[in-house]
């Protein structure tokens, strides 16, 4: 007797696309295990402004319909904004040229978006944070009743090891190392997934190769997408291939088997001089430090990818059918 699928798990995005937000967007809408209610943005690899209409780009190649786009903060919580430009390019999401997008933004704030969804889901919803830990931040201290509300967090960000904004940190938990501190001690179930394993979710020219042959327009766009990321990682960190870090949070929810995890107490550095945003992972318990978070350490690869361009491929298929206005031509 075949096993029913489980149930999609309910999900919400807090992104800031980003290249690699974007193809985490596009895995959580076209992966039928989980149930994308929400994608909320908020200042990190490009300004707010340009990662919502980034987030309302990808919506509109990809067909993603009937999912609310909410902006949140639109700088850190202390320090201040600090883009990678370096990395995404001017407009956050450099390469593909995009149409003008007919998906619109929430009037909500993000923040009120969040608390209302998990306020009226019939079930507990689980936060993907790819960006800047702000938003979250903001919720668990503006409305702490919406912990209980929460299934899980699942983020990219940090690092087992080193970082790669700079030697010590990761540039999610960089961006914003107080908002990072009140996530990492708020007491949700947590699951880290940090550089030292999305550096194992790069994006090979044989990767590529399955985006473009897809024959699709939005394989092509996120095989132009890849393009674009892998110049600006060889360039500044000499990757021969990207690491693709965004999806595989989602990756994690949609397969746990995907991402292998193990559990360990994860600090965040707010004080160091060299080493502030840096993510302390007890990996061993030697500090006595009580265990909050999962922390991923192995990636299926393969299976990984496999989720990805399935996703890509449903997406572009049913955004062909439907008609979706091609990208803007040379
Ligand atoms: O360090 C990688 C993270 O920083 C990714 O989320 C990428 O999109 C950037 O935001
Ligand atoms: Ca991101």
Known sequence: MPVPPAPPVPIIIDCDPGHDDALAIMLAAGDPAVDLLAITTVAGNQTLAKTTLNARRVCTVAGIAGVPVAAGCDRPLVQPLDVADDVHGASGLDGPRFPEPTVGVAPEHAVDLIHRILREHPEPVTL???????NIALLLTRYPEDAARIRE?????GSTERGNRNPAAEFNILSDPEAADIVFRSGVPLTMCGLNVTHQALATPEVLARF??????LGQICADLLTYFASTYRELWGFPDPPLHDPVA????????????????????????????????????????????RVATTLDADRFWDRVVTAVCALGRRAERIGVRPAEGP
């Open 128 to 134: 993907v944070p790819t960006a800047p830990l702000t």
């Open 153 to 157: 967090i699942v983020l990219m960000g």
């Open 212 to 217: 473009t042959g897809l024959g699709t327009e």
């Open 250 to 293: 989602v990756a994690r929810v949609i397969d746990p088997g995907i991402v292998r995890c193990v559990e360990a107490n994860v600090v965040v550095e707010l004080r160091g001089r060299y080493t502030r945003g840096a993510t302390v992972v007890d990996l061993h318990r030697r500090t006595g430090r009580p265990v909050n978070a």
